[in-house]
């Protein structure tokens, strides 16, 4: 059953060529072709200086933003699992277009078994960088200055977060997260299917149920079969307890 998750979260420099080569599954992430679980990866939107190679982009990232600055920004998305794949990749491009626009960005969809349930759990992890593209050449090096609003042309690049206060930032993401929820539910009512998700809380949404806890992989591995068979009833019939897990993203 369709379930709702979309959350975001920002990587200091010097984390950002690691991550992306976590979500690609490269480098010292790389796994076999027997225990991979990348359906999909794409990118888009970088600046000439690193038209074809997003792992340029993100190391000249880490070397030149500001020590306090966000190297890059990632939005974690589940997807329902009613949709088949070429669905899945179509709604995570239209909540790109949507919601990233023109910023340089890389995602991967991943679609790891579930410790508890066997069942897939496909969900999508799409980095970008909140630098607007604004038809100056820059080199690297000036990509990732601090923005110069007097001259642009002698600054880099302006952060679409730029001056933005805790509240404006936080009623931003409530609408990504209720634009995220209404991708999805359109998909699925053109799918055909009777299932909606809501990017509401319980508390909000008048719900009085003790939200699932998260247990994790080895958090699964600890509990006996009774406990997982309990965990897996109580799903079925919509009930809760603190045993409960929710999806498990690796």
């Not at 930032?169 to 055909?192: F, H, V």
């Not at 006996?224 to 929710?246: H, I």
């Amino acid at each position: 059953m369709a379930s709702y998750h979309c959350s975001i979260k920002s990587g200091k420099r010097g984390k950002a060529a690691s991550h992306a080569d976590y979500i690609v599954r490269e480098g010292r992430h790389a796994r076999d072709e027997e225990t991979s679980d990348l359906i999909a990866k794409a990118y888009g939107n970088l600046p000439d200086w690193s038209a074809d190679d997003p792992r340029y982009f993100w190391k000249m990232a880490d070397k030149h933003e500001r020590v306090n600055g966000a190297a890059y920004r990632e939005y974690v998305l589940a997807l329902p699992q009613e949709l088949c794949r070429d669905q899945q990749l179509e709604i995570v491009r239209e909540f790109i277009a949507s919601e990233i626009g023109s910023k340089p960005y890389q995602f991967a969809v991943h679609s790891p078994v579930a410790a508890l349930g066997k069942t897939e759990q496909p969900h999508a992890h799409v980095m970008y960088s909140d630098r607007i593209d604004d038809g100056i050449d820059r080199l690297p090096e000036q990509h990732f200055k601090r923005y110069n609003s007097a001259n642009p042309e002698l600054g880099g690049c302006k952060k679409d977060s730029g001056g933005k206060d805790r509240i404006a930032m936080k009623e931003a993401l409530t609408q990504t997260r209720a634009t995220w929820a209404q991708i999805q539910n359109s998909a699925l009512e053109q799918s055909g299917y009777d299932v909606k998700v809501d990017h509401r809380s319980n508390k909000d949404r008048g719900i009085e149920r003790v939200p699932e806890k998260h247990l994790g992989f080895l958090g699964v591995k600890k509990m006996s079969a009774e406990e997982k068979q309990l965990v897996n009833n109580l799903r079925q019939s919509g009930g809760s307890t603190q045993t409960q897990m929710v999806r498990v993203t690796r």
